[in-house]
């Protein structure tokens, strides 16, 4: 009968290929929660969590502003500038964005226009840019490096240019569903609270969940719509 080979300790000997494999078993065990812990941790850096109390980053306020398209979303916030006194810039797609402004940009354009704008913006002044865009921005944002301007997500309806905005505000959203998040937070909140409409000031990992529900919502809807479409088209 082969005996085993032992060390002095009396632990079985190991071939070296064994303990090759081991240790790769081992490493692809423990890898995936080693990348977790250090997504977590840039998570952190990232966002961390503020004192007692604090819920914003920066204390802004509504001021003259730049408000970058002439659709709905940007006449609304034009028309609501106007209620308060402030002369507003009105840009239009494609045109140059003043370097010497000292307040938020407001970007109200489609997202494949987002490209466009920003090659039109000064680099000193792409933090101050507020993107009201649906969707998730996050490959737009990495990919021209903006990780300091401001997020809008809005659920809210214009239905026409000049028309009267409708709050996304439901039952079960009572305290509302607009959020936004970023330098120029209370400067957006402030403005769209003169026409009553509610704007959340989030900070960036709640705002994130806030923008994947949207992206959710408006997929299941268009999704829906296009079956519905499709259901009456053989009725």
Same mark, same amino acid.
């Given at each position: 009968?082969?005996?085993?080979a $032992?060390? +002095?300790s009396?632990?079985p000997?190991?071939?070296?290929?064994h303990?090759?494999?081991?240790v790769?078993?081992?490493? &692809?065990?423990v890898?995936? $929660?080693?990348?977790?812990?250090?997504?977590?941790?840039e998570?952190?850096?990232?966002d961390p969590?503020?004192?007692?109390?604090?819920?914003q980053?920066?204390?802004?306020v509504?001021?003259?502003?730049v408000?970058?398209g002439?659709?709905?979303?940007?006449?609304?916030?034009?028309?609501?500038?106007? &209620?308060?006194?402030y002369?507003?810039? %009105?840009?239009?797609?494609?045109?140059p964005i003043?370097?010497?402004?000292?307040?938020? %940009?407001?970007?109200?354009?489609r997202?494949d226009?987002l490209s466009?704008v920003?090659a039109?913006?000064?680099?000193? +002044? +792409?933090q101050?840019?507020?993107?009201?865009?649906d969707?998730?921005?996050?490959p737009f944002?990495?990919?021209?490096?903006?990780y300091?301007?401001?997020?809008?997500?809005l659920w809210?309806?214009?239905?026409?240019a000049?028309? +009267?905005p409708i709050?996304?505000?439901n039952?079960?959203?009572?305290?509302?569903?607009?959020?936004?998040?970023?330098k120029w937070?209370?400067?957006?909140?402030?403005?769209?609270?003169t026409?009553?409409?509610?704007?959340?000031?989030?900070m960036e990992?709640?705002?994130r969940?806030n923008?994947?529900?949207k992206t959710?919502?408006?997929?299941?809807?268009?999704?829906?719509?296009r079956?519905?479409r &499709?259901?009456q088209?053989?009725?």
């Amino acid at each position: 009968m082969r005996r085993t080979a $032992r060390y +002095k300790s009396g632990a079985p000997h190991v071939s070296s290929a064994h303990a090759r494999q081991r240790v790769a078993a081992r490493c &692809r065990h423990v890898a995936p $929660r080693i990348l977790h812990g250090a997504l977590r941790q840039e998570a952190y850096n990232r966002d961390p969590p503020l004192p007692a109390g604090r819920n914003q980053r920066d204390l802004t306020v509504d001021q003259s502003s730049v408000i970058v398209g002439q659709g709905r979303v940007g006449r609304l916030l034009a028309e609501l500038g106007e &209620r308060k006194g402030y002369d507003d810039i %009105i840009v239009r797609r494609g045109d140059p964005i003043p370097a010497d402004h000292p307040g938020p %940009i407001y970007v109200c354009t489609r997202n494949d226009d987002l490209s466009a704008v920003l090659a039109q913006c000064p680099e000193e +002044k +792409k933090q101050d840019l507020v993107l009201m865009q649906d969707g998730m921005l996050e490959p737009f944002r990495q990919r021209h490096g903006l990780y300091e301007n401001t997020q809008a997500m809005l659920w809210l309806a214009v239905v026409r240019a000049g028309g +009267k905005p409708i709050d996304g505000i439901n039952a079960e959203s009572p305290e509302g569903l607009t959020g936004v998040t970023g330098k120029w937070s209370g400067a957006l909140a402030q403005r769209l609270g003169t026409g009553n409409l509610v704007c959340l000031e989030q900070m960036e990992r709640d705002y994130r969940r806030n923008s994947l529900e949207k992206t959710i919502w408006i997929s299941a809807f268009m999704l829906v719509s296009r079956a519905a479409r &499709r259901a009456q088209h053989y009725v």
